[in-house]
């Protein structure tokens, strides 16, 4: 939609997505198909594989993917599946494997880390076979902040195209040489888009998040960004945008305590310090938000209709680790708590949702950014 804060359009209140459209099987198929094949999906960390061999199996939109680090240190996607009668190859979700050699569980088809066939198990080929047109089945792939991106399109869209942002906007934090202090995993009961939604307001953050409320001032008024204060005067009114309006007095970070856990990241102008978040989203898998000690990545990915896996990654410089009496367990314990209040509400939408499967919501003028997301999700054709 409009960005244009006076556009009249943008004040008005619109119906939003019908209730079916966040359960039914045809709706997620369709999404998946129009969405997650199609678009570049953060699947992990470039440090979980760092050596030649090691990979990552993961799971997108009903396909098995195969990550891996090749001998060059060049990051690389397959299906996961192999060319002879389709097993999958990755034993586990994240391994090594020995010798370069990707060996079919099955009849122990093999391949190099560059995908090429190179035995059809213990007998030779027949007279005629093609070895190179047997090779495991590419992707594309892309590292980005220490991020990996792969697509199940062949064919991709441009790289930057799901970003909010400018692809530098968090250079200052140097996340690719970031490592993950703590990861958890939950499963929440929701519809991805119902995450995304709660993910893309504010006006439930005074009821929902008392804590962060108090923590992030313009949050406890119910307000995503300080440009959107109603009673401020244009010259206050700007920010940068994907930034808050600063902490509570006194506070530094998003904590227990408001206090830093780590060492402030030294590349952050006065700007990015003070800010107390900066956001990043890259549609659909992914947002990272920059504080001024760690970064928290969000990555997620739909289980099922009614099913959202989430990701979370704490990351801090690999040196702030090695500190001694290092404790991540305060920004960790106040962002889950966060998350977790979050969780519940978007559980709570979705079990309403199930009410009255053809009614539609209302979306008011504060919900501009949610109204935004629908308009993306028609835009790929996802959505009617
Ligand atoms: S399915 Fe892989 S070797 Fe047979
Ligand atoms: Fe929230």
Same mark, same amino acid.
């Given at each position: 939609?409009?960005s244009?804060?006076? +556009? ?9 997505l019908?209730?079916? =459209? ?34 990552? =199996? ?7 993917i195969?990550?891996?680090? +090749?001998?060059?240190?060049? /990051?690389?996607?397959? /299906? ?7 097993? *999958? ?6 391994g ?36 190179? =047109?047997h090779?495991?089945?590419p992707?594309p792939?892309?590292e ?5 991106f792969?697509?199940?399109d ?5 790289? *930057? ?14 996340l ?14 929701c519809?991805?888009?119902?995450f ?6 504010? &006006?439930?953050?005074?009821g ?29 009114a700007?920010?940068e ?5 600063? &902490?509570? $007095? ?34 659909p ?8 000690d760690?970064?928290?990545a ?16 704490? /990351? ?32 709570t ?8 499967p053809?009614?539609?919501?209302? /979306? ?7 109204? *935004?997301? $629908? ?6 054709g996802?959505i009617?």
């Amino acid at each position: 939609m409009s960005s244009d804060r006076t +556009d009249p359009a943008r004040h008005a209140a619109v119906p939003s997505l019908p209730a079916h =459209a966040y359960f039914e099987a045809d709706a997620h198929e369709r999404e998946l198909r129009r969405v997650w094949r199609r678009h570049w999906i953060c699947a992990g960390r470039a440090e979980e594989i760092a050596a030649a061999g090691e990979y990552l =199996a993961v799971r997108i939109a009903d396909r098995g993917i195969l990550l891996l680090r +090749d001998e060059q240190g060049g /990051l690389r996607g397959y /299906l996961d599946s192999c060319r002879h009668r389709g097993a *999958a190859l990755c034993p586990s979700e994240r391994g090594r494997f020995p010798r370069a050699a990707i060996v079919c569980p099955y009849h122990a088809w093999t391949y190099d880390l560059q995908g090429r066939l190179l035995r059809t198990g213990a007998r030779p080929p027949p007279e005629g076979f093609d070895r190179d =047109a047997h090779g495991l089945r590419p992707l594309p792939v892309r590292e980005w902040s220490g991020f990996l991106f792969v697509c199940l399109d062949p064919d991709p869209p441009p790289f *930057a195209a799901g970003f909010d942002q400018p692809l530098e906007r968090l250079d200052a934090w140097r996340l690719a040489d970031c490592v993950s202090a703590h990861r958890s995993v939950l499963t929440i009961a929701c519809n991805w888009k119902v995450f995304w939604e709660n993910y893309n307001e504010c &006006l439930h953050c005074p009821g929902v998040h008392p804590g962060l409320s108090r923590l992030v001032p313009i949050y406890g008024r119910g307000l995503l960004e300080a440009r959107d204060d109603p009673d401020s005067r244009p010259q206050t009114a700007g920010g940068e945008p994907g930034t808050g309006d600063g &902490l509570r $007095h006194g506070a530094r970070s998003w904590t227990t305590t408001g206090e830093l856990v780590g060492p402030e990241f030294p590349g952050l102008g006065a700007a990015d310090r003070q800010a107390g978040q900066v956001y990043v989203t890259a549609l659909p898998s992914l947002f990272v938000v920059g504080h001024a000690d760690y970064a928290r990545a969000v990555r997620m990915r739909p289980l099922g209709p009614e099913t959202t896996e989430l990701r979370v990654d704490y /990351l801090f410089p690999r040196e702030a680790l090695a500190m001694p009496g290092f404790d991540p367990s305060p920004a960790v314990e106040f962002a889950e708590r966060v998350l977790g209040e979050d969780a519940a509400i978007c559980e709570t939408n979705q079990r309403g949702l199930r009410a009255a499967p053809q009614a539609r919501g209302v /979306l008011m003028p504060e919900e501009y950014a949610v109204r *935004a997301f $629908h308009d993306w999700l028609r835009a790929e054709g996802a959505i009617d």
